[in-house]
């Protein structure tokens, strides 16, 4: 037996024992991409260096063998910048999006390519639920939206945008209809109350979003009607009465209580809100001179619509340039337990801004009723495509369905059959559990440090369960040893050399040929999206 | 012309393929070898050979597509009838290949970075690593023909020549002796440099005007001099008489240094030879006779002497006197006489004591101390141990090991012999890179030779040690140079190294104790044993033992190699022996240890060659080359030429040397196209130093070294590629030509730019059009007035 050190603790481990296996044998957990458990190590990602007392190099822990006195430090600033360094590099020469550019430019974040997906697979009550539990007003945004997310989409790049702002009204409105339409659950009664200023967009919004996480929420709201600038600022042509007041039921059915004809700073009392309810949200909106504001026709701030600015002096909140001011994470004005959201903070802007103000200010008065501090958010990765290559384009179009965009803005179930068919499907299939991502967001990896030439965009769609994205691949060998392991005929190869290395079949074999055997297991362990379970295959259907 | 290749798989003849498994075996670890002779039959690799292939053999399609694709040599497309092969070695850089290669492109009509052939079929064009002719620079190769000294200018000559020669193959065997007294030898080097150099048609001549004249000469073929500035050299050696060396030689030539040196034999032919020397006198040109006198040079003159004198010759040993595979000349030359008393007197145990106290170090690089490895393979626990020669010398730059395999091939088989005796092992393998094919050739016919004579094989020199020595030739993979790596290569995979420990000494070729050492290492062995570790010892620094053998080239007047012994400073190296720059200009600075060496300024040229030296002047000993850099050479283009080496060279495996090299050289190459921005040294210098602590193997270890040397002791370069400006007027996107009022309007610039940047205006000042200008330097060139200027920087 070998006795060592790491992370100051003793450790005995049998000779020929690697660091990382002897870290683990006392609980130190050391990260690794390319390391296949119970085999030879690969030594090719190099995440896993640790510090070995009297080397002036880092070693990695996966093929460094334990000698006898060796002290071992596994966390030590410069080995923590070497495994950020280590995963930025992979990031660098990574062709692939997280998170499909219409995620990313929605301000809402709304996760399109799994609500498409579901209804490509004819799964319409999961698509309402993405979409409700996404927009929380989801019909109501599918007619007034201008579609940012449609802006990024990168089916452009081949003909038009997915119509997506289509797609989701068609699945909200569709649900509507039902009998028993979709309410996202709700979580245990917490007992504790919220109350909410303003039935627009973003009060609306934060409502049912209190309500999931099991807050009890009041919406006050000075007009007779409910909706905001929703209700008053839109002709029925723009946004149909019934899908409005069919959304807002659902609030209703939810147990979100509103209060209609209660004007802030008239016969509603900040104060006394401030007294019965454990947090307030200020929603308030803003006015145009003599009428509320078109929410989709103004959305340059001062253009006409403006804060009710006495209304704000007189209750004590500060402003900044665009409105309210608050702290931009927990929509926090400067009076405690008072948050504010939507064009109130930001001057007049889309209604989906406000939607997505609306949640966050949520998020943040959850922490705020529980009485705990609102956790630093989390460091994202998002490896983006970026701009593509004309060989790039050519691939995306010889997998894409080649139907023209729907130009109805109605879409029959028919239709949004076809126009679901015309997403590309950008998310990764690994987004939630990709080990790159993951560790990337554990050492608060830069994705886009360090540009420069990268390997481009493929997709190998020929096998029934996997798909294979070559830009993804980060060399780690996991797949060839396993196909090896299993005496795939052909099996995997590294082709050429350097960084033009990649992996493919032999004699340029699809990979259908290339794998049977070894196929899913390969994409379970590929740490990456490389090699991943196409959606179908992932739920088992 | 029609191409000669076909693609049609159909048409491909798979029954040679049969014949290839039936001469290289089935195992996998003869891929490497059935491949090469694949590409040897079909110019390329076919796919349907590679599958026919994994048929006959146990390679899987994996194994072989893994390995095809690894290795530089191999191609995948048909190719043109000839290859031509444009050598991008440091000293071929520095000479300006570059600037060639576009001019060779534009000439065949290449216009974008994929196409290589031109469209009749006739040459295809492939950039290599190192051809290892690096004092006739820039060099390229067009099949088996070397051409040296090329300028963009020179293309379309060499290309019309190429094409008009008969292939007259020289057989490089010796002359026949002729009955009766001799009157002497004539000696010709004829290594691979000297035959670019055209001596092979020399010794031809010579061989013609011997058996015109009927002299009885020998004519022998002797190995490298080293003096590589003066090829070809003849050396004149009349029985009972001063020998006389001729340098610079031109087959023309040769006929009158014959006759003048050697009377002809017979009356009539020697009136005649008189009567037309007579009448040569009388027209006033120079005679043959004067034209021969002048080629001569004394070995006591100044540049002979300055170049040869501070040598010590220990591998070299008896360098330019003996014929490479002439095994009685080597054994008069007390050749084997070392191996000999390490199998009848001394044990192993004596032999290593023995390495020790010479304390020579592993001559490929890393300078490990070689005692020390051969007891580490000694004791190492195996069933079937095995000695390794690494000849896969592949830094640019450097041809110190394709000299030393050409010239003594014995030599080195005996080393190797030594070695294996002293460690225990009974199988050898040479691993020698397949762009040096002569120095190939010449140790196979060495091996056989040896075998003959029983001093390989089951009882060599009659003891009771038996040692079987295999040839296996690289594939063109520069990282193969490193040992995990050459095992890997030689047992059939992709040239991956893998980490160190466990070191090859103890789990190597086929996971047994495996030696490996460099050429020149084994080239010591048998002089160490003859003059005992001490005299070795007696030379060079207390920690850098022995002498060096070094490849002097760049902008040097004598390049060339040379043996010295350790200690000497690179000052005397340079302006002693080197005779100091061809322009005269001082020199800027000496490139050591090729791409993972780093750069010494002249500010440090009294730094004396030594391990640790270098090592604290931010260089490394490596494996000898030195190119001499001067005022007309930019650091940062170094930098980024050696990046580009390694980069272009790295396996893959591991990230920080796969990617992290390519976002090093990216910044270099955007400071060399003008467009660095201000964090980019900062950026450059924080990955450097990631990459050299981060990296699996000493390649991606060494390969930020010319990076730090050069941003250590030439940062105001890189400074001034940020602001714009190129000092040494190299980097194209950061100069401009300009005509200046000197011209005389003669239009030869115009006619002989390559790409109609300049009007021709007759008597007037011409100019140059600075959008369609690609820096060839052509106009430069062939100006008579010096009228055209090299401008850099804003305004």
């Known amino acids: 037996m070998v006795k060592l050190t790491i992370d100051n603790r003793p450790v005995e481990a049998a000779a020929g024992t690697t660091i990382l296996a002897a870290a683990a044998q006392v609980g130190i957990r050391i990260p690794t ?59 660098s020469d990574h062709a692939g999006d997280c998170v499909g550019p219409c995620t990313l430019g929605c301000p809402a974040h709304l996760e399109i390519a799994d609500f498409i997906a579901a209804l490509r697979g004819g799964d319409g009550r999961s698509a309402a639920g993405l979409v409700v539990r996404g927009l929380a007003l989801p019909a109501t945004l599918g007619h007034i939206c201008p579609g940012f997310c449609e802006g990024a989409c990168r089916r452009k790049a081949l003909d038009e945008a997915v119509a997506i702002r289509e797609l989701h009204r ?50 006050f709201e000075a007009q007779k009607e409910l909706g905001g600038a929703l209700r008053t600022g839109l002709p029925e042509w723009r946004l149909p009465r019934k899908i409005l007041d069919g959304e807002i039921e659902r609030l209703r059915r939810l147990g979100v209580k509103f209060q209609t004809g209660e004007k802030l700073g008239e016969n509603l009392s900040l104060d006394r809100l401030r007294a019965e309810y ?75 801004h406000a939607v997505a103000g609306g949640r966050r200010a949520a998020v943040a008065m959850d922490a705020h009723l529980r009485g705990q501090a609102l956790g630093h958010r989390p460091h994202e990765v998002h490896s983006l495509l970026g701009h593509l290559k004309e060989s790039e384009v050519a691939r995306l179009r010889a997998f894409a369905d080649p139907a023209q965009r729907e130009a109805a803005e109605d879409l029959t179930a028919a239709q949004a059959a076809v126009e679901a068919r015309r997403c590309l499907d950008c998310d990764c299939r690994k987004r939630d559990n990709c080990c790159l991502r993951k560790l990337g967001e554990e050492y608060g990896a830069a994705a886009a440090r360090y540009r420069g030439e990268r390997r481009e965009f493929e997709r190998d769609a020929t096998h029934p369960e996997v798909i294979y994205e070559a830009g993804k691949c980060i060399q780690c060998g996991i797949c060839l040893r396993l196909a090896e392991e299993v005496r795939e005929p052909l099996g995997l190869t590294f082709i050429g050399r350097g960084f033009r290395v990649r992996v493919a079949g032999p004699f340029a074999a699809h990979l259908a040929d290339a794998l049977h055997e070894a196929a899913r297991r390969a994409a379970e362990s590929c740490p990456t999206g490389a090699l991943a379970l196409r959606r179908g295959a992932r739920d088992g259907t | 012309m029609s191409r000669t290749v076909s693609t049609s798989p159909a048409t491909i003849d798979l029954t040679a393929v049969e014949r290839m498994v039936r001469a290289a075996g089935t195992g996998r670890d003869a891929v490497i070898p059935i491949l090469q002779a694949i590409q040897a039959e079909y110019r390329y690799l076919p796919e349907a050979a590679l599958r026919r292939v994994c048929e006959l053999t146990e390679i899987t399609p994996a194994q072989i597509s893994g390995v095809a694709t690894f290795y530089n040599q191999f191609r995948h497309a048909p190719v043109g009838e000839h290859i031509i092969r444009v050598c991008h070695g440091t000293a071929c850089h520095v000479a300006g290949v570059p600037l060639v290669t576009d001019a060779l492109r534009r000439h065949l009509g290449l216009k974008t970075e994929a196409e290589d052939t031109d469209r009749e079929g006739r040459f295809t064009v492939e950039k290599v690593p190192c051809l290892g002719c690096c004092t006739l620079a820039p060099v390229l190769q067009i099949d088996d023909v070397t051409y040296g000294h090329l300028t963009p200018q020179s293309v379309p000559e060499v290309l019309e020549d190429f094409l008009r020669r008969t292939k007259a193959t020289a057989s490089l065997g010796n002359a026949v002796g002729f009955k009766g007294p001799e009157l002497g030898e004539i000696r010709i080097g004829l290594g691979s440099c000297c035959q670019a150099q ?30 590589c500035h003066q090829t070809p050299l003849v050396e004149v050696r009349p029985a009972g008489g001063e020998p006389q060396m001729f340098a610079k030689v031109k087959a023309a030539d040769a006929r009158e240094i014959v006759l003048s040196q050697f009377r002809p034999r017979g009356i ?146 005996e080393g190797l012999a030594i070695a294996a005796r002293a460690v225990g092992a009974h199988e050898a393998v040479f691993y020698i890179r397949e762009e040096y094919p002569l120095a190939t050739e010449r140790i196979a016919e060495a091996i056989a030779k040896c075998e003959e004579r029983g001093i390989l094989g089951p009882h060599i020199l ?86 060096k053998v070094f490849a002097l080239a760049g902008r040097v007047k004598r390049g060339g190699l040379i043996e010295v012994p350790m200690g000497v400073t690179l000052r005397r190296i340079v302006e002693e022996i080197g005779g100091g720059t061809k322009s005269g200009r001082p020199f800027k600075a000496v490139q050591v240890g090729g791409p993972s060496g780093g750069c010494i300024p002249a500010s440090l040229a009294d730094t ?171 106009c430069k060139a062939v100006c008579p007035v010096d009228a055209v200027e090299v401008e850099t920087g804003h305004g």
Not at chain 2, 673 to 694: F, K, S, W
């Open chain 1, 170 to 219: 068609y699945v909200a409105e569709t649900d509507l209809e039902l009998t028993a339409p979709y309410d996202p659950p709700c979580a245990a009664a917490t007992g504790r109350r919220a109350a909410v200023v303003g039935a627009g967009p973003a009060g609306l919004a934060a409502a049912l979003h209190l309500r999931q996480l099991g807050h009890e929420c009041t919406v």
């Open chain 2, 268 to 413: 009539v032919r020697r009136i005649g030879y008189e009567v037309r020397s007579f009448i040569e006198s009388f027209t006033g040109e120079e005679s043959g006779r004067e034209r021969a006198a002048s080629l001569a040079i004394n070995a006591r003159e100044d540049p002979v002497c300055a170049f040869l004198g501070p040598q010590q010759h220990v591998a070299t040993e008896y360098g330019g006197q003996i014929d490479p595979t002439n095994l009685d000349e080597y054994l008069r030359h007390d050749g084997f006489k070392a191996l000999e008393r390490c199998l009848g007197e001394w044990d192993e145990e004596k032999i290593i004591a023995e390495m020790h106290t010479a304390g020579l170090r592993g001559r490929g690089g890393a300078g490990f101390p070689t005692g020390v490895k051969w007891a580490t393979v000694r004791v190492a626990a195996g069933e079937r141990k095995f000695a390794i020669c690494n000849g896969d010398e592949g830094d640019p730059g450097a041809f110190m090991d394709r000299m030393i395999l050409e010239s003594f091939p014995y030599r080195v088989i």
């Open chain 2, 462 to 547: 009659g003891h009771d040690f038996s040692l079987r020595v295999t040839l296996k030739k690289g594939a063109g993979a520069f990282v193969c140079g490193e040992e995990t790596a050459l095992v890997a290569s030689v047992e059939g995979r992709r040239g991956m190294p893998r980490l160190r420990p466990p070191y090859p000494a103890e789990l190597g070729l086929w996971g047994q104790p495996t030696l490996v050492n460099n050429v020149e290492t084994y080239a010591c062995v048998p002089w160490i044993i003859r003059h005992g570790g001490a005299a070795f010892a007696a030379m060079g620094t207390p920690t850098s033992r022995g002498t």
């Open chain 2, 198 to 227: 055209g001596s092979a048609s020399v010794r031809e001549a010579i061989s013609a005007t011997l058996a015109e004249s009927g002299a009885a000469v020998v004519v022998k073929r002797v190995g490298c001099v080293g003096m």
């Open chain 1, 33 to 91: 991409l390319c390391h296949l458990a119970a085999r030879e190590p690969e030594t090719s990602c190099y995440v896993c260096v640790v510090q070995i007392e009297g080397r002036r190099e880092l070693s990695p822990a996966c093929a460094t063998r334990v000698t006898a006195g060796m002290v071992v430090e596994t966390q030590t600033e410069d080995v923590r910048r070497a495994r950020q360094t280590a995963l930025e590099l992979l990031l």
């Open chain 1, 278 to 352: 454990g947090a307030v949200l200020l929603a308030l909106g803003t006015q145009k001179a003599g009428g509320p504001a078109d929410p989709r026709a103004e959305h340059v701030a001062g253009s006409g619509a403006a804060l009710d600015l006495a209304l704000v002096k007189s209750l004590g909140l500060e402003t900044g340039p665009r409105g309210v001011k608050v702290e931009r994470e927990a929509m926090a004005t400067n009076l405690p337990g008072v948050f504010a959201a939507g064009n109130l903070v930001s001057g007049a802007q889309y209604a989906v």
């Open chain 2, 608 to 778: 004396p060659v030594d391990y640790e030296e270098l090592a604290r002047a931010g260089s490394i000993m490596g494996s000898g080359g030195l190119v001499v850099l001067d005022e007309g050479d930019c650091m940062v283009d170094i930098a980024r030429y050696f990046l580009s080496f390694t980069q272009d060279q790295s396996c893959g495996k591991c990230t920080f040397c796969r990617i992290g090299t390519k976002r090093m050289l990216e910044i270099l190459e955007r400071l060399c196209a003008g467009q660095g921005r201000a964090a980019d040294l900062a950026a450059l210098e924080n990955l450097a130093d990631r990459v050299r602590r981060t990296s699996l193997c000493g390649l991606g270890r060494t390969a930020p070294n010319p990076v730090l040397s050069t941003l250590r002791h030439f940062r105001a370069e890189y400074e001034a590629h940020l602001a714009g400006r190129c000092p040494a007027k190299r980097c194209p996107a950061l100069i401009r030509y300009r005509i200046n009022d000197k011209c005389i309007g003669c239009t030869r610039c115009a006619q002989r730019c390559p790409v109609e940047a300049i009007a021709p205006r007759p008597y007037e000042q011409h100019e140059v059009d600075a959008a369609k200008c690609v820096r060839c330097g052509t």
